[in-house]
């Protein structure tokens, strides 16, 4: 007889309950905003789409607390960074980098073929506003980019002070990743006066992966009309001569867009206000917990980014050297039926993060950290 994928799952691979999943991306989706994806397929040209869009940029609006239209790609969030890089850098780029994504900003500038320059502190710190105010006036940028919340890290940037640095130069734009910010961590595109942010569905906004979503400025659009190496794909003037009809360059991945749908109207109900409290009490939760593992029990753990400057959507937790590394305590609380992430590149051994993000909530948090002292104390 034919085996089917389920039979061949061991209990060790069975998918992991909503309940159990902590993931800092991608993140737990609720079932019924799964379910949402098997919605009929509907051209991407006609009423059908304009009407799904028209929706989505309303709760597409209030994630950014934009007034902007709002891209939507079929890529991941990494293909927005791309388009951001390819339509918005013209003389050089500024790369803040403090973790694995901001680095991956520069990375993917240099191989776009623009002039770049880092300003790099160590992994897990976060940047200081009157540096980059230094930097700029050292140097003939037009572009800065920064990540909000340092997935690998757990840090979370002074976004409103980098942001008001930068925009002490008319010229030079300010491009921001904020795929586990947006959703969890304030995010405020026009108040801040941001040239470009993005994210993707899969971090604080709990939607299956698979689209990503970014503000552009009018002047940035100016400016990319201007730059010869945009390419197709990635155009950015190009999602927004779209967005004027309602649709997007190319065929979008529509049942996502319909769980993004399903759970645009969940966090309508919920309040971004309430959002952002919630996952600022996970945090703070979590960062109280490390603090009782090394007080009462005398464990040598941290947390990896500062006070101050702590990401409310994903905690990075610097483990003892003389106990189990980030892999085996990944790997024993899998066993035990609950997912977390080890640390991310170089610092995969040294730490474990915990993502404390989308539709997870104190209770269940509260439930997993029990478990987690349990793995890291025995
Ligand atoms: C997850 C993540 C990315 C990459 O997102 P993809 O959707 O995997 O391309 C980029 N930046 C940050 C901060 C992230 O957390």
Redesign the pocket.
Known sequence: MEQTTADRRTSNDAPVAFERFFLP?PTAVRPEVLEAQTGPIIGHRGPEIEELMEELQVGLRTVFQTERPVAVSTS????L?EAGIRSGVGRRLLALVNGA?SE?FAKIAELCGKPVDRLEIPWGEVHDPDQVRERLAGGDYDTVTV?H???STGALNPLSEIAAAVREHDDVFLMV?S??GAGGAPLKTDEWGLDFALT?T??ALAVP?GL?FGVASERLLQRAEGLPDRGLYLDLVEFYKRLKKRNTPSTPAIPIMYALRAQLERIREEGMEARWSRHREMAERTWAWVDELRDRRSLDVSVLAPQGGRSPTVTCVRLPDDGPDGPAIAGDLRRRGWVIATGYGKLKKETIRIGHMGEQNLERLNALLDVVEEVITQ
């Open positions: 991306g991941s969030a990494t293909g960074m994504f991956r990540v919340s340092e997935t990743d795929v586990s993707g899969q971090k992966p990503a």
